[in-house]
Structure formats: structure tokens, C-alpha cells
């Protein structure tokens, strides 16, 4: 996943929380459930 399509994907589905481990994101979603996290796969730099 380029740093690109990373940017189109928050854009299109702003979350609200991003957490940035070593070389990947996890971006988390509130909804009525609770939390859900996804994994946006490695970033390649």
C-alpha cells in the first residue's frame, strides 16, 4: 500500500483514532458497538 492510496483510504472513511506501529497503521472506528480496529496493511515507503 503506497503512502497515496493510505490517504484516499482515511479520506473516504475518516476514523477516529489512528495508532502507527512499526510499519503499519491501525486505524480505529467508533460504532455503536464499541471499538473496531482495522489494519491497513504495510506501508511501503
Do not use: C
Not at 491501525?26 to 515507503?45: K, P
Amino acid at each position: 500500500m503506497t503512502i497515496q492510496q493510505l490517504l484516499d483510504e482515511l479520506k473516504k472513511y475518516p476514523p477516529d483514532s489512528l495508532i502507527f506501529a512499526e510499519d503499519f497503521l491501525i486505524v480505529i472506528y467508533e460504532n455503536n458497538e464499541g471499538r473496531v480496529g482495522r489494519i491497513l496493511g504495510t506501508i511501503s515507503t
